[in-house]
Nanobody, 118 residues
């Protein structure tokens, strides 16, 4: 089972920024679409953003458009999520996903906690 590993979560004040990273081992999933989902306590998991394997296509949930940016470095087999203008409602466990579908949902990481204080 391929393991994606997220990092970069933490506690930040409203309006602050965080940058999440998600790495896959070796060259595994290096040509897969990648994405981020999040799940807040008591809520369903929701889509946040995705990027195509080549990086030429991205897609964002309306709730994060203009604040979050997804990018990838295929040489390092890593995908990033730059989160600016964070709000308390962004508080959730953020999980990285990869796969050939769109948005990708074939492989998952364990998640990293993001907490935004008001």
């Amino acid at each position: 089972q391929v393991q994606l590993v997220e990092s970069g979560g933490g506690l930040v004040q409203t309006g602050g920024s965080l940058r999440l990273s998600c790495a896959a081992p070796g060259r595994t999933l290096s040509t897969s679409n990648k994405g981020w989902f999040r799940q807040a306590p008591g809520k369903e998991r929701e889509f946040v953003t995705a990027i195509s394997w080549s990086g030429d296509r991205t897609y964002y949930a309306d709730s994060v458009k203009g604040r979050f940016t997804i990018s990838r470095d295929n040489a390092k087999n890593t995908v990033f999520l730059q989160m600016n203008g964070l709000r308390p409602e962004d508080t959730a466990v953020y999980c990285c996903a990869a796969g050939t579908n769109w948005p990708p949902t074939g492989y998952w990481g364990q998640g990293t906690q993001v907490t935004v204080s008001s």
